[in-house]
């Protein structure tokens, strides 16, 4: 008997599975061929403390720690830009992610593609990492199995049955046997709880695209911000000598293997090239991914309200990456009663208590 089986093998079920099997046994069941195939293959890779809502902002702060000693950081900075017609949501997001307003030429020495005729107000700060997302699924991965847990792929759960024992989950012709279970099953996490006869609590994924682009008009992007337009309606990032693009779009959708919408794609394009000098001459490569949320768009972290032994891991929406050190760690601390760093406040926002 094990005892905890986790579903899904995306950043939220690696990093628990390292959390969880210092607690105890512990097998990981990814439906696809690797890890990270679906929506933790497709972030923006990007670590922005303040970026979230209020009950996701501590899990990032909380996660500063483990990113830096994980070496998975490099710098990167944010850069907000905007005009007089965007003027409310560039003073909320500047507010939000606490940047400090710079002067045009200054966004320029960074972006010397900025376009004078299209942007009046730019704010920034250097405090905004890329996260080697490769590598802190791989270090969690590590840790679980120096821990002993067994990591199955190609294991597609199909059917879950309760007894008073725990849980018999079946993947075609193989079964295992868990106390708990561990829904991590990101887009798909509430079609496992009905699996499982438990409540789903009504996740919706959100696709968002992302488009890969030449480096614009030949410049080396290695070291441009990550740039915002306000409201979060495209933003753009250097990428391995490439810019990735996003139309930042949140286009609610049922789970499934996303792929981007080429009129979206098109339309977000046009957003950031609104604000630069450089056209979009051609796409390098497209993809897209489900940024899955709960209800009230804050993540669902620990046991469930009616059974105990059903724990919730879910509703990373556009913070997994970034938040999965500090969530795994209140997981644990949640099913071993230990003393968790994170402010009470913080952590009955991400109970599934909440939905009761
Ligand atoms: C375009 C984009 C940009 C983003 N940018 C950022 C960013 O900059 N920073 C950040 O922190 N976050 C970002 N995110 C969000 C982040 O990627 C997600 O929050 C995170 O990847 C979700 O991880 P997950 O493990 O919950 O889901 P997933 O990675 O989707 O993993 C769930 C896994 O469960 C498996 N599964 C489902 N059903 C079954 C079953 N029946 N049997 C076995 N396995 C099953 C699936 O195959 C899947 O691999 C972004 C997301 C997108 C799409």
């Given at each position: 008997m094990i005892d905890f089986l986790i579903i899904g093998g995306g950043i939220a079920g690696v990093s628990a599975a390292a959390r969880l099997s210092a607690l105890g046994s512990v097998t990981l069941l990814e439906?696809?061929?690797?890890?990270?195939?679906h929506t933790s293959g497709r972030s923006?890779?990007?670590?922005?403390?303040?970026?979230?809502k209020p009950s996701t902002i501590p899990l990032n702060k909380a996660s500063h720690a483990f990113h830096d000693q994980a070496d998975v950081l490099s710098p990167r900075g944010l850069l907000l830009v905007g005009n007089a017609d965007t003027a409310d949501a560039f003073a909320t997001d500047a507010r939000q992610m606490q940047l400090a307003q710079i002067s045009m030429q200054e966004a320029k020495d960074m972006v010397?593609?900025?376009d004078d005729a299209a942007v009046d107000r730019t704010a920034y700060h250097e405090a905004a990492w890329d996260i080697d997302t490769d590598k802190l699924i791989q270090c969690f991965a590590r840790t679980a199995r120096e821990n002993g847990a067994a990591i199955h792929t190609k294991t597609h759960v199909d059917d879950i049955k309760r007894n008073s024992k725990g849980w018999v989950v079946s993947a075609g012709t193989v079964t295992f046997e868990a106390q708990n279970l561990v829904n991590a099953a990101g887009a798909w996490v509430d079609q496992i709880a009905t699996l499982a006869g438990i409540a789903p609590l009504g996740f919706t994924p959100l696709r968002r695209s992302m488009a890969r682009i030449p480096a614009p008009g030949g410049h080396d992007v290695s070291t441009w911000p990550m740039m915002f337009g306000p409201g979060e309606n495209w933003y753009a990032k250097a990428d391995a000598g490439a810019l990735i693009v996003s139309p930042a779009e949140e286009d609610a959708t049922t789970p499934h293997d996303a792929y981007a919408d080429d009129m979206v794609l098109a339309e977000g394009l046009a957003r950031y090239e609104a604000n630069v000098t450089e056209p979009v001459t051609r796409l390098l490569s497209s993809w897209a991914g489900l940024r899955t949320f709960s209800p009230d768009r804050t993540l669902v972290l620990g046991?469930?309200?009616?059974?105990?032994n059903f724990i919730w891991c879910a509703?990373?929406?556009?913070?997994g990456m970034q938040s999965a050190p500090a969530a795994s760690q209140l997981l644990a601390d949640l099913i071993s009663g230990g003393p968790s760093d994170l402010p009470v406040d913080a952590i009955t926002a991400l109970s599934p208590q909440r939905f009761t």
């Open positions: 439906g696809e061929d690797a890890l990270a195939y923006a890779a990007m670590f922005e403390q303040n970026y979230g010397p593609i900025l046991p469930d309200a009616q059974d105990p509703g990373q929406g556009g913070y």
